[in-house]
């Protein structure tokens, strides 16, 4: 954590160095120390601290300077830092003005000069100022900071994707009426004021509306692989992919996981995981990728942030190609990209998706909802779980349903949570059919089938879970695929006794091997697959003794 500020400021070169090294010695240990010799350049200072969140605790300025008195200094420097203690140095004939600054710049106290012995003359007062500091203010936060506005996608998915790669961060929300947000967005430029979101780095740096490659790179993300060639590729680190690379790193394969958004997946984004061995008492999807990563790296995977895009089959070697440009090479690569949210198609809904619409719990947003009314569309599970989740901070949370019942797409226990949740109210038969809205979502129109009633009802959260589909588009021309793009593996892949197209070794496809032997499918991207996370840890698992298996017979 970095040290809270003691900054000091005299036009006297002599006297500043001689009171740098008074302050150093006897609180250099707990405090960084600066100095600068004249308001201006001590200004330059305060904001750039101010900019990277750190504290400062002491002014202590000389009064009379020329250009800038002391006084004025601390005018504008408190505007900034309104907590710091403030001791103004004066010489004998300063001393009425410095009395009569008092009040204007609210100082704690002055000093004469010269203040030898500082044992004396200097600590004790210092002593009891930092003192009084330190009991009143807790520690900065020093993660990164981003700066935007409520209703904007672009401030959604920056949180979103720090949220769920455990990157902590501070959201400061431009429309928020809290002082210390509103001395920093007068601390941007015009430039940065017109492209929110703004990041804010612990060193400073500022980031405007980063992409997520960007931002990736620069929480300390790793976006490359270290090597060129490694045993085994994962491409998705959702459960099925985090399972496998803990098996294969702790079997002994190279092994290197290539995630595009964030470890954990679709169950990173569950709010409550209620059904999963060994956690009688649930635990958050959040919680298990944490976990699994921790795990997954001490046995030695690398994880990289990243999107594959592109496979290529040369001989014996997979290679895979990356969306920020770099490739990587491997003897087997095992695809666990699980599905994504399907896209509700009704008028205003893409264009309002990010501003008040969000696909998925959206866990992020949750603390926005509080006193609201929050909509959800989905019957399932997840849309069971979220509806749970934002039950502890909305007013009320209306689930509408498309079918006239919960029995055959949610788990009993969550049917009888929800029905024991009185702000929680369900709408059977029900579906969205248009969003409303300029800058972000106002309203919704809801259709009720049985009715036939319509009607258009104030809304600022909608959280949609409808269904889900495999993105696996990138594979087309590799791997045998459904019409709706899951992947074929092991027996399914064998039809009239025939093995498929272009398979030349002498056996079957291997239980989750695809048609390209070495490349396999586990978790929800699987054709017939249990759209479950322990059947995803499962088939993760088991897949690691497949590849070992092939893994023999080519290296
Ligand atoms: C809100 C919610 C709650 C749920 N609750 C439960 C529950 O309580 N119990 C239960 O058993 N199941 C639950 N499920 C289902 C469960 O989470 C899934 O079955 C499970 O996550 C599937 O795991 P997976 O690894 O196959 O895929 P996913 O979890 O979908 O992970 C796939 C990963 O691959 C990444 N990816 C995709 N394409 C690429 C690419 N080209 N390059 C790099 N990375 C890529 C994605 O970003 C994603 O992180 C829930 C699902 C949701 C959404």
């Known amino acids: 954590m970095a040290k809270p ?43 750039e601290l101010k900019i990277r969140n750190n504290s400062i605790t002491l002014f202590l300025i000389d009064q009379r300077m020329p250009g800038m008195s002391g006084v004025d200094f601390l ?50 007062v210092l002593d009891e100022l930092l003192e009084d500091w330190n009991a009143a203010f807790p520690p900065q936060f020093e993660g990164i900071r981003v700066l935007g506005n409520r209703w904007s996608p672009a401030s959604h998915n920056i949180k979103d994707f720090l949220a769920r790669n455990h990157v902590p961060y501070q959201w400061l929300d431009i429309e928020s009426a809290d002082s210390e947000v509103r001395s920093l967005v007068e601390l941007l430029d015009e430039e940065e004021t017109r492209n929110l979101p703004v990041v804010i780095l612990p060193n400073g740096v500022r980031l405007k509306q980063p992409t997520l490659a960007d931002l990736a790179e620069h929480a300390g993300l790793r976006t490359r692989a270290t090597e060129a060639f490694y045993d085994l590729a994962i491409v998705g680190g959702g459960p099925a992919g985090l399972a496998a690379a803990v098996y294969g790193a702790s079997e002994g394969l190279r092994t290197v996981m290539i995630e595009r958004e964030a470890p954990g997946g679709q169950a990173g984004m569950s709010s409550r995981i209620e059904n999963y061995l060994g956690f009688p008492s649930g635990l958050t999807g959040a919680d298990l990728a944490r976990r699994a990563v921790v795990q997954a790296r001490r046995f030695g995977v690398e994880i990289i942030s990243a999107e594959a895009t592109e496979v290529r089959v040369d001989g014996p070697y997979r290679s895979l190609k990356l969306a920020n440009g770099a490739e990587l090479s491997c003897h087997a690569l095992l695809v666990a990209t699980g599905v994504q949210w399907r896209k509700l198609d009704a008028p205003g809904v893409e264009r309002l998706t990010g501003a008040g619409i969000y696909y998925g719990a959206a866990m992020t947003e949750a603390m926005s909802t509080k006193d609201e009314d929050v909509y959800v569309v989905g019957g399932a599970n997840s849309a069971g779980q979220a509806a749970m989740h934002f039950s502890r901070y909305a007013r009320r949370v209306v689930m509408l349903v498309r079918g006239s019942s919960l029995a055959s797409t949610m788990s009993q226990y969550l049917i009888n949570q929800l029905k024991a949740t009185p702000n929680i109210h369900i709408e059977y038969n029900t579906s969205v059919v248009e969003a409303h809205g300029d800058e972000h979502l106002e309203a919704i129109t809801i259709h009720c089938a049985t009715t036939k009633e319509v009607n258009k009802v104030p809304a600022n959260s909608l959280f949609i879970m409808i269904g889900a589909a495999p993105n696996t588009d990138w594979l087309a021309n590799i791997v045998e695929r459904d019409e709706l793009g899951f992947i074929y593996s092991g027996p399914q892949l064998t039809r009239d006794g025939r093995r498929p197209n272009g398979w030349k070794l002498d056996r ?38 497949f590849v070992h298996q092939y893994l023999s017979k080519v290296v």
């Open 5 to 47: 500020v003691l900054l000091t400021v005299d036009d006297d070169r002599e006297v500043l160095r001689a009171i740098e090294r008074d302050l150093r010695r006897k609180y250099g240990s707990d405090y960084r120390v600066l100095r600068a010799g004249s308001g201006p350049e001590a200004l330059e200072i305060v904001r």
């Open 75 to 124: 005018a504008q420097a408190i505007e900034l830092f309104p907590d710091a203690k403030r001791v103004l140095l004066t010489a004998y004939a300063d001393t009425d003005a410095a009395i009569a600054a008092i009040n204007e710049a609210g100082i704690n106290h002055y000093l004469l000069k010269p203040w030898d012995p500082p044992e004396e003359n200097l600590y004790p």
């Open 508 to 545: 079957e496809p291997g239980l989750l091997e695809t048609n390209v032997p070495g490349i396999f499918v586990v978790g929800d991207v699987r054709h017939g697959s249990v759209k479950r996370v322990a059947s995803g840890v499962g088939e993760g698992s088991v897949a690691i003794s």
